[in-house]
């Protein structure tokens, strides 16, 4: 339970700074002799590429890797495990290449490399949390669902609130590109997190 919400605490810093200063990060890269007009329009491009391939990976996900469950018992636990274990190994992939992308963006002089990363991002954010929010109601009964969720999404809460503040900070003091080196931390953290959940949680 722990484990995943501090999953969950260090992953929602990573989705919303990298959505919410997505505009900033294309419109500082704009070539010197374009107008503001046709910057802004790119980098709002970007933003919305950003959320329809965050949508679509998440959907194609859910459509694709739906399976039947067994009927007995017996495979019916060894589905689920079976599962979770892929579940789990997804996660440690996904967030190896989010932290790629984060510190491709920071170190970028590039606005199509930027778009791209951004793009990337968003196809790798998408499958996460639903693979995240399966692990978790795998441990517990149907009938204490609400109560983990609900603890999950409250620790999330600290992560919403602390890290895109101290980001901002940052920001004013030094350059966004840098201040995004605290969500390359964050990310390397949920890596090493992830990656004990796998280890601890293996059968």
């Keep these: 339970m722990w484990l995943c919400a501090l999953a969950m605490m260090l992953w929602v810093p990573l989705e919303s700074c990298t959505a919410a200063w997505t505009t900033t990060f294309v419109s500082k890269l704009s070539p010197p002799a374009e107008t503001e007009e ?6 709002s491009w970007t933003l919305s590429g ?7 990976s998440r959907l194609l996900v859910a459509l694709f890797l739906q399976g039947v469950m067994p009927e007995s018992a017996v495979d019916r636990a060894a589905y689920i495990a079976q599962s979770m274990l892929v579940a789990r190994a997804t996660l440690i992939v996904l967030t190896f290449f989010c932290l790629v992308w984060v510190l491709l963006i920071v170190f970028s002089s590039s606005r199509r490399l930027t778009i791209a990363v951004i793009l990337l991002a968003g196809l790798t954010f998408g499958p996460f949390f639903p693979s995240l929010m399966g692990i978790l109601l795998s441990h517990f009964p149907v009938e204490v669902h609400g109560r983990a ?8 809460s600290i992560g919403w609130t602390i890290v895109p503040m101290l980001v901002g900070r940052l920001a ?8 995004f080196l605290i ?7 949920l890596l090493a997190l992830v990656i004990t959940h796998y280890v601890y949680a293996r059968p």
């Design 38 to 43: 046709r910057s802004r329009r790119v980098a």
């Design 172 to 179: 004013k003091r030094t350059s966004l590109q840098r201040s």
């Design 50 to 56: 950003f959320w329809l391939c965050f949508m679509g």
């Design 149 to 156: 969720v609900g603890i999950l999404f409250g620790t999330a």
């Design 183 to 189: 969500i390359a931390g964050t990310t390397t953290l």
